[in-house]
């Protein structure tokens, strides 16, 4: 038949709910994220801060220096349980003329992102404080307030990429790359106001989104088929994750505002 059974019901197969190549996420913002696979529902995770120790030359037979004390900062995850569902009668994706199934996977993919984005957010929004006042006070953030061993980038709300957007240099060129997606040579990713503030807003997170948190994985985005009485069936999708701040030392939020001229 082609559907495989499992614990959590009969999951639409991989090759009929998804093309064959899998598709670049639609917010390149969730590629950075570090992903760890577990088994649990809770448990403890281990994190060793990124830092600037090296290693010390020695001569031939001589012992081993002290290094300093590692630290390792035990992170505690507690696995969610996200749901989503898509009304449809089989009959529907049968007769239809055109790729429905195609259609719909679109949409649950997006459920997954924009759940995951969310989320991810929340967590930023909990980063130690820093405001920024005009270019100046955002290359302060980039060079002074976070180490330079982490790989910076900049999550903005699309309000603030639009004043970016628009600033000029004294000869009238645009301060932004000619994408609009980088400054000072660190990548931006506007996101909606939303989800770092409310409309209008002009919001961000400056840091190393990989370090700053990470995603636990229970279950990965699953879907199946569930009685409708009304619809006959609905395409039911499921995940299960925690995201957790592992290195809060990684990334700062504020708030940008426009340097008077």
Avoid: C
């Avoid at 991989?14 to 913002?29: F, I």
């Avoid at 404080?129 to 910076?152: C, P």
């Amino acid at each position: 038949t082609g559907v495989k059974i499992t614990d959590v019901g009969a999951i639409i197969p991989k090759e009929v709910l998804e093309p064959q190549k899998t598709p670049e996420r639609q917010n390149p913002l969730l590629n950075l994220i570090h992903i760890v696979k577990v088994t649990s529902g809770s448990g403890t995770y281990p994190v060793l801060k990124k830092s600037n120790r090296k290693m010390t030359e020695v001569g031939e037979l001589e012992e081993n220096p002290e290094l300093g004390k590692t630290k390792i900062t035990e992170v505690d995850y507690k696995i969610k349980t996200y749901r989503g569902e898509l009304p449809i009668s089989r009959e529907a994706i049968e007769d239809a003329q055109y790729d429905l199934i195609g259609i719909l996977q679109e949409d649950i993919q997006d459920q997954d992102e924009q759940t995951k984005l969310a989320i991810v957010a929340d967590v930023m929004k909990s980063a130690k404080v820093v405001n920024a006042s005009g270019l100046d006070g955002i290359k302060d953030i980039l060079n002074t307030k976070i180490s330079s061993v982490y790989k910076k980038s900049l999550v903005v709300t699309d309000t603030m990429f639009n004043a970016l957007d628009k600033i000029k240099d004294k000869d009238g060129r645009y301060i932004t790359s000619p994408t609009g997606y980088s400054f000072s040579g660190k990548t931006i990713y506007p996101v909606e106001d939303t989800l770092l503030g409310q409309e209008g807003e002009m919001k961000f997170f400056i840091g190393d989104v990989e370090y700053f948190l990470t995603l636990f994985d229970r279950m990965e985005l699953t879907v199946n088929w569930e009685d409708n009485h009304k619809f006959g069936k609905n395409l039911a999708s499921y995940l299960r994750f925690d995201i957790k701040k592992t290195d809060e030392d990684a990334g700062v939020f504020g708030t940008y505002t426009d340097a008077v001229a």
